[in-house]
């Protein structure tokens, strides 16, 4: 068999285009590329909504909350509790700073007992001052059951 007889062989550049596993034959990178772009855009603005909507509170209105972690009262508030609770001081002697509260829903709280460990076992607990069955806490915001729990929840030894 002569040279001239034999079939060229071809490289890559002599190939006719061939789409590739999951584009189109009319599809580029480019449009891909723009395709991945706008799905990220899409989901990440569909994200954010859905954040904000978690925000919009729904809560009747009966109390003012903030969308952060911690509830940051006003000077001269008593941070949800009678006065004789403003700075009044715990069990295990941390003063009470109104301005400077975790709100209940940061720390988790509940009216009942966790596995033995509630409020009036705490190194934070305010005891009932004014007779009224329930306390505050020197750093959770609002009126506080003795048999409540936080996750905040530190045992008094004393």
Known sequence: ????????RRDATDRPDRPTRGRDAGETAETDAGRTRRR???????AAMAGLAGCSGGG???????AT???????????GVPAEYATATSLGGTQRNPDSLSSQEAVSYQEEPSEGRQCSTCRY????????GVGACAIVAGEISPEGYCVSYVEYEG
Not at 60 to 66: C, F, S, V
């Open 40 to 46: 990220f855009i899409w989901l990440t603005g569909t």
């Open 1 to 8: 068999m002569a040279d001239d007889e034999r079939t060229p």
């Open 60 to 66: 009747g209105g009966a109390a003012e909350t903030t």
């Open 125 to 132: 607990y305010i005891e009932d001052k004014n007779g009224d």
């Open 69 to 79: 972690a911690t509830t940051t009262q006003s000077s001269g508030s008593t941070g």
